[in-house]
Structures are given as structure tokens and as C-alpha cells.
């Protein structure tokens, strides 16, 4: 609470709350200077409280996420150690709206995002397409959303997002530095960013990104969990 609790540290994290942020795209929401903010990136960094990933798609950028985890854990047992009463009860989503999670090729992160949203919330209208959508789905979707999550998904190919343009969404969250990086009309659609890798770039083989997949869809799982819908 303490690290948290100084202005420009809490304007960061505020901005990193609705979506992952590159630098100058913080340097310019709060209007401080770029070493300045740089600074306190790196005091919430060594606190757990954010996080850092190259962008996939210019090497040279780097966005930044809330651990959204980590902060509901220390800032739930501060409210704590204040009154008993104010303890967690942990991370809620209620249904309603309609949502769609865009990657490049439709094949791994998206389709695993969409499956996890739907599992986890009633009523919720979820889909997911791809810039480029790749020739099948990975095989991996299916075998960690069954082995992890308990999921059976039906296989299917992925969808293009001019499969989906017509289609009005009240929250659009790009899951690929590559979509999020080339500009796109999402309408009245909030629209948030995760900076994700391809689970299955990592190796070359299914068996050995298996991995990977499993890291990934822990991590959807986890930032799902905190969607507000």
C-alpha cells in the first residue's frame, strides 16, 4: 500500500488497470518525463506490483501489465490487517455484454481466451477472430482447456475478423502486440490490450510448447477472472 499509494506510482497503475501500456504511452497519460517515469516503473517492478514483456511485434518496445494478481493479494490483506470484515472474497464477474478477443491467426491465445470467458461467466456473448487466421486451430487449445480447466471445446477453424465486423462488441481486448500495434476501427467497443506471446512459436513441436500453452492459459485465466464485464 505504501508503494501504491504515491500519486504518480497510483496514475501508473490506474493506466495499467484498463490495458498494457508501452512507456511513452504512460509518459504521455500522465505528462511527466519519460526518466521519471521510468523510475517508478522500476520501484512497482521490484514491488511485484507490474510487470514487463517485449512486444512480438517491434522488439525494441516493451508493454507494460498490472499483476493483477499480486495486487489483489497484498491489497486484500492490508484491508485486512484494518478490519477483518474487509478481507477478499476474491476476484468476481458477472455477465452481460458482448466480447471479442483478437490475435493474428485465431489459433491459440484468442480461442483460449474465448473458451476461459465462457467457462467462467453466464450470459456473457464471447468470440474471438484473428487478422490473418491461421489454417486450424492448435492443437494444444483443446488439451490444456481439458486438462487444466476441465473445457471440452468443439474443434473449429479459425475466423477471420471480417467474419465478425458487422458485429457490435462492448469490449474488444487484443491479445497480440501485432493487432493492437496496427490501427483498427472497434466502434464504441472498450477496448483493452494483454501482451501476450504465440504459445506456439516457443518450440517446434506441439509436445514442446505444451508448456507454454499451459503458461499462457494460466495467465488468461487469471486476468479473465478481473475482467469487468
Same mark, same amino acid.
Given at each position: 500500500?505504501?508503494?501504491?499509494a ?11 488497470? #484498463?490495458?498494457?501500456?508501452r512507456?511513452r504511452?504512460?509518459? &504521455?497519460?500522465? @505528462? ?5 517515469? #521510468?523510475?517508478?516503473?522500476r520501484?512497482?517492478? @521490484?514491488?511485484?506490483?507490474?510487470d514487463?514483456? +517485449? ?9 507494460y ?7 489483489? &493479494?497484498?491489497?486484500?490483506?492490508? &484491508? ?7 478481507a477478499?472474497?476474491?476476484? +468476481? ?7 471479442l ?7 491459440a ?8 470467458l ?5 450470459? !456473457?456473448r ?5 487478422? =490473418?487466421?491461421?489454417? =486450424?486451430?492448435h492443437?494444444? !487449445?483443446?488439451r ?27 469490449? !474488444? ?8 500495434e ?6 464504441? @467497443? ?14 517446434e513441436?506441439?509436445?514442446?510448447t ?5 503458461r499462457?492459459?494460466?495467465e ?10
Amino acid at each position: 500500500m505504501r508503494m501504491a499509494a504515491h500519486p504518480l506510482r497510483w496514475a501508473l497503475m490506474t493506466q495499467l488497470a #484498463s490495458s498494457d501500456r508501452r512507456v511513452r504511452e504512460l509518459v &504521455a497519460a500522465v @505528462a511527466e518525463p519519460q526518466s521519471l517515469v #521510468s523510475y517508478h516503473l522500476r520501484l512497482l517492478r @521490484a514491488a511485484g506490483l507490474i510487470d514487463a514483456r +517485449r512486444s512480438n511485434f517491434d522488439g525494441r518496445d516493451s508493454y507494460y501489465h498490472l499483476r493483477l494478481d499480486r495486487c489483489a &493479494a497484498a491489497f486484500g490483506d492490508a &484491508a485486512a490487517a484494518l478490519h477483518p470484515a474487509l478481507a477478499p472474497t476474491g476476484p +468476481r464477474a458477472s455477465g452481460g455484454g458482448a466480447v471479442l478477443f483478437l490475435c493474428t491467426g485465431n489459433s491459440a491465445r484468442s480461442p483460449m481466451a474465448e473458451a476461459l470467458l465462457r467457462h467462467r461467466v453466464d450470459g !456473457v456473448r464471447v468470440t474471438s477472430a484473428g487478422s =490473418r487466421p491461421a489454417p =486450424r486451430t492448435h492443437p494444444n !487449445v483443446a488439451r490444456v482447456l481439458r486438462e487444466d480447466f476441465g473445457i471440452d471445446v468443439e474443434p473449429r477453424r479459425p475466423r477471420s475478423l471480417d467474419a465478425v465486423a458487422a458485429r457490435s462488441f462492448d469490449r !474488444v481486448v487484443t491479445l497480440c502486440d501485432k493487432v493492437r500495434e496496427v490501427p483498427c476501427d472497434h466502434g464504441t @467497443a472498450v477496448t483493452t490490450h494483454w501482451s501476450l506471446p504465440d504459445p506456439s512459436a516457443s518450440a517446434e513441436t506441439d509436445r514442446a510448447t505444451y508448456p507454454e500453452f499451459r503458461r499462457i492459459a494460466k495467465e488468461l485465466d487469471t486476468r479473465i477472472g478481473f475482467l469487468p464485464l
